[in-house]
């Protein structure tokens, strides 16, 4: 296999721009979107590498930047069952991405030499973009690519992020999973979501004067705007979803799941109405948080990732009781989870917890330990899954005249649950009807749900400095292991706050170092939180204005 085409058409179309090195990070590559044709060009021959490897198996690309401004874009790899790229070829990307373009055929013969791989003819790489101004000229690198590669690809054209993975899967489960269109993915849900709203204990949705029985969400101004009106056609009547941020101000600008979580407040513009229920997707829907304004306090409450893992493993603990099956869940989260949220599922819920490092592609391969394996991000991002032989086991119970009709009856819910969640990645979408879903078995309102534990106040910032990666983290980036010295440092201010906790970890999508801070006030919270930031601006080569404490 020679690669001569490959290397020449790079050379002329998508020669690369700069000698500034790009990795791969926590979701594939990201920067500005004018500084990335040469590597989604590269990108779309090493998925048909990667498909190769894969027996020929789809393997997904999608062109977005998720939460991150409207000037970058990026790329996510998807492997076969619709999961992130294996990290095992990060490194394969990150050093495709860097070579100059000369020597592009060289390394891509050296790889497919090292790999075993002798022909890309019956590779399949499937693709699809968000809204970006950028994303349109990428998806034309990313197709130059694959066609110079000689592999098959199909264009999805504008898709959610989660829509893509789902679509993978379904493709390489010969439609198994279901059908691999978007057609597919919206029947799919909703028909689970219909079907468990008219199953036993589905109460009716509250329609109290006070409280509406409009859902609010906010699709950040990205292709969420363009795909609830689809959910809401099949939906009619069962959910009424207002849209806010609907595509026609700029992508992710002070709206959407990241702005709200991070600074704690509605979308700017957006005035809550006490007991409206909202919730916030980011650009590419993969990840979604609840918040709402008091009725009693009128004071702004956010149900972040964790509020929504904490519901759903309640949810989910109580049916699996019921199925009177032997199947152990857990839960997943990361450092960034809030400690009250912890400490609730550890000892009210007593559900078991793993804490693994940032990025859904830890989450994910954690989870895939318990039979059903609950992850979430603190941000939003999170799903639940569900291994082959507990659904197996849940099929089968529910044939078998050995068990009571209550335990068939919540093996047949379960199954629907099931059907209810896209498995393959955090899924905004889906996590929606999921906590609708789940609302309305309780009879829960918005204000009902956020008892469950009251957050530690807490607080995000985040520090430029000449280069992140100064910063190494250890035990989950719950620690930092250099620059020497500023462990210790956060130890010792961390020491003087009641309930105090605090990490630093380099961004894997932004060119920041991130700072986490939670306390017993929001005052002392934000205070640490500064406090520490200095301590990484002085320690870790700090650039532009020192933080001010
Ligand atoms: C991506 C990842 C998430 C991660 C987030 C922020 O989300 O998929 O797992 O939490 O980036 O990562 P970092 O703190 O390293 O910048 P998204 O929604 O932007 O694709």
Redesign the pocket.
């Known amino acids: 296999m020679e690669f001569d085409d490959v290397q020449v058409a790079g050379e002329k179309n998508y020669p690369k721009r700069d000698e500034i090195p790009i990795q791969y990070?926590?979701?594939g590559f990201r920067t500005k979107g004018n500084r990335l044709e040469h590597v989604i060009y590269r990108m779309g021959v090493l998925a048909a590498i990667r498909s190769a490897c894969k027996n020929g198996a789809a393997i997904g690309v999608m062109i977005t930047a998720?939460?991150?401004p409207e000037e970058d874009n990026g790329v996510k790899l998807m492997d076969p069952m619709g999961e992130m790229l294996g990290p095992e070829w990060e490194k394969y990307a990150s050093d495709v991405a860097n070579v100059p373009s000369n020597e592009l055929g060289s390394v891509f013969q050296t790889l497919v030499k090292t790999l075993g791989v002798t022909s890309l003819q019956n590779s399949l790489v499937v693709f699809a973009r968000d809204t970006r101004p950028s994303s349109p000229v990428l998806a034309e690198a990313l197709e130059a690519g694959i066609k110079a590669a000689g592999a098959q690809f199909q264009n999805f054209g504008l898709l959610t992020t989660p829509q893509l993975h789902y679509i993978v899967r379904c493709i390489n489960t010969n439609g198994q999973y279901g059908k691999p269109t978007e057609e597919g993915y919206f029947e799919k849900l909703t028909e689970a979501f219909i079907k468990l709203r008219n199953m036993r204990k589905m109460k009716k949705m509250k329609t109290l004067e006070s409280y509406t029985s409009c859902l609010y969400v906010d699709a950040a101004n990205g292709i969420g705007a363009q795909k609830v009106p689809i959910l809401q056609s099949k939906l009619g009547e069962l959910l009424k979803i207002s849209l806010v941020s609907d595509g026609s101000g700029r992508l992710n600008h002070e709206c959407g799941a990241d702005f709200v979580k991070v600074q704690q407040k509605p979308p700017t513009g957006v005035t809550l109405v006490p007991g409206q229920r909202w919730a916030s997707f980011?650009g590419?829907v993969?990840?979604i948080v609840y918040y709402f304004s008091g009725v009693s306090d009128n004071q702004f409450h956010l149900l972040d990732g964790d509020k929504i893992a904490t519901l759903v493993a309640g949810y989910l603990k109580d049916l699996v009781l019921e199925t009177g099956l032997p199947l152990n869940l857990g839960l997943v989260q990361t450092a960034y989870a809030n400690g009250s949220s912890t400490n609730y599922i550890t000892k009210t819920l007593k559900v078991p917890v793993a804490c693994v490092p940032?990025?859904?592609k830890h989450l994910h391969h954690k989870a895939q330990e318990f039979d059903i394996g609950v992850y979430f991000?603190a941000?939003g991002?999170g799903t639940t899954l569900v291994s082959d032989s507990s659904y197996e086991l849940l099929q089968n119970a529910t044939k078998d005249t050995a068990k009571s009709d209550q335990q068939r009856e919540a093996c047949d819910l379960l199954l629907s649950v099931i059907d209810l969640i896209n498995q393959t990645v955090g899924d905004a979408i889906s996590d929606l009807l999921l906590v609708e879903m789940i609302l309305a078995t309780y009879d829960w309102d918005v204000e009902q749900w956020n008892k469950a534990y009251t957050d530690l106040p807490n607080r995000q910032l985040k520090v430029k400095v000449k280069d992140r990666s100064v910063i190494q983290t250890t035990d989950a980036e719950r620690k930092a292991a250099t620059p020497p010295g500023l462990q210790s440092a956060i130890d010792e201010t961390v020491a003087k706050y009641v309930s105090g906790r605090s990490f630093v970890r380099p961004?894997?999508?932004?060119d920041v170092v991130?700072v986490y801070a939670e306390a017993d006030s929001q005052a002392s919270a934000d205070e640490l939180a500064n406090e520490v930031a200095v301590l990484v601006y002085r320690m870790a080569g700090g650039i532009g204005e020192e933080p001010q404490l």
Not at 507 to 510: C, I, V
């Open positions: 990070g926590t979701a998720s939460h991150n980011d590419d993969d990840r940032t990025g859904v991000e941000n991002h961004s894997g999508t932004e991130r």
